[in-house]
Antibody
């Protein structure tokens, strides 16, 4: 069955960096574009970033542009999100997703 | 940028009720509209895609309609497991835009 398993979340100080990973299985990962979406505590869903199936195209929300970088390794069936210059407002559960299936998320907390 | 606005933001309902949630786009998005259900502490689950197509495995009491700027999600005969938050999403492949969510609570 389809699985998306995020990892790499945790507590980081403002200005710090984290790299999130998402391990995919149960489908042909290289056939699908993927996205990262986040949800701040008690808030709604916010799309963060997109990457095409071949990595040829990426896109970012204005709130993270220039600080976050999405990438993927189709040989490893993995999606990544490199997050730099983290701010308190980046605190959220981060989900990796293809349109019809989402992982369970990983919590990122930015606090001093 | 296209904005998605849901109404209401929250509602109280009883088991067996019929529910309609609306989503309005700030400009036409044709039928590029998905609906997700999110239960507390869980990841969102796709219910409806392309405005009116029922995702595999989703009960038939869920239905979607609309095109252009105005869309609706209808739940006939609300069940206990349907108490959750519902989000509409503009399904442009390279940029996802979500509505603010509609929380459905037990009356």
């Amino acid at each position: 069955q389809v699985q998306l398993v995020e990892s790499g979340g945790g507590l980081v100080k403002p200005g710090g960096s984290l790299r999130l990973s998402c391990a995919a299985s149960g489908f042909t990962f290289s056939d699908y574009y993927m996205s990262w979406i986040r949800q701040a505590p008690g808030k709604g869903l916010e799309w963060v970033s997109y990457i095409s199936s071949s990595s040829s195209y990426t896109n970012y929300a204005d709130s993270v542009k220039g600080r976050f970088t999405i990438s993927r390794d189709n040989a490893k069936n993995s999606l990544y999100l490199q997050m730099n210059s983290l701010r308190a407002e980046d605190t959220a559960v981060y989900y990796c997703a293809k349109v019809d299936f989402w992982g369970q998320g990983t919590l990122v907390t930015v606090s001093s | 940028d296209i904005q998605m606005t849901q109404s209401p933001s929250s509602l109280s309902a009883s088991v067996g009720d019929r529910l309609i949630i609306t989503c309005r786009a700030s400009q036409s998005i044709s039928s590029s509209l998905n609906w997700y259900q999110q239960r507390p502490g869980k990841a969102p689950n796709l219910l409806i895609y392309a405005a009116s197509s029922l995702q595999s495995g989703v009960p038939s009491r869920f239905s979607g309609s609309g095109s252009g700027t105005d869309f609706t999600l209808t739940i006939t005969s609300l069940q206990p497991e349907d108490f959750a938050t519902y989000y509409c999403q503009r399904s442009h492949s390279t940029l996802w835009t979500f509505g603010q969510g509609t929380k459905v609570e037990i009356k």
